[in-house]
């Protein structure tokens, strides 16, 4: 893959990838709200994406451009009061490239909606995401997925990074009898 190219990613006529604007927040947040069965952080943190003007930070879209984004009204997640403008498109997948160094990036928020899944997104989100940072000075570009979401794992894979750690959640029963062995210090070199 050429970074270096230039910007036009998605392989599809109807759909153009850019940079996501407050407009996009209805539906962003319809794609993204039921990403999972205890809900999605991605609809909280869109409206705080798009106040800030981090220098180090870009969010992209894909957006389908022969489709209207939802009303604000139509969106559970969506206070109306919060959405002052409309984008002229529909957001159908969401990727943010973030620079944690002068060198390093970090790709985040990576989705896209189960009606377009199928049709490249995800790599054109991603070629986005990697164009920005290497514009940026940044040849290095990490994210993580957890081990339980084959399809992100898949998804990550395709679009070029290769696995380097792998994490796993424990969550212990403390035992509520246990009581400290003030004996033991002195067996600790």
């Known amino acids: 893959m050429d970074v270096t190219a230039g910007s036009e990613y998605a392989d599809d006529d109807e759909i153009v990838v850019r940079e996501a604007v ?3 927040y209805p539906a962003v947040a319809a794609f993204t709200a039921n990403t999972w069965e205890s809900g999605d952080y991605i609809p909280d943190a869109f409206p705080r994406w798009m106040e800030s003007d981090d220098p180090d930070t870009r969010t992209f879209v894909a957006v389908d451009t022969t489709d209207s984004p939802p009303a604000p009204e139509d969106v559970d997640a969506v206070d109306p009061d919060d959405v002052a403008e409309l984008a002229d498109d529909r957001a159908v997948g969401i990727c943010q490239a973030v620079g944690l160094s002068e060198h390093e990036g970090w790709m985040q928020a990576m989705r896209v909606d189960p009606e377009y899944r199928g049709r490249g997104l995800s790599r054109a989100l991603n ?5 920005w940072l290497h514009e940026t000075g940044r040849r290095v570009a990490r994210n993580m997925v957890f081990s ?3 399809g992100g794992l898949g998804a990550s894979r ?3 990074f290769d696995p380097g750690t792998e994490f796993r959640w424990v969550q212990p029963d403390p035992d509520p009898e246990a009581t400290a062995r003030t004996d033991a210090a002195e067996e600790i070199d």
Not at 127 to 131: E, S
Request: hydrophobic fraction near 30%; glycine fraction near 22%; charged fraction near 15%.
């Open 127 to 131: 070629d986005a995401g990697f164009h």
């Open 148 to 150: 339980w979401n084959t």
């Open 22 to 24: 407050p407009g996009d």
């Open 158 to 160: 395709f679009n070029g």
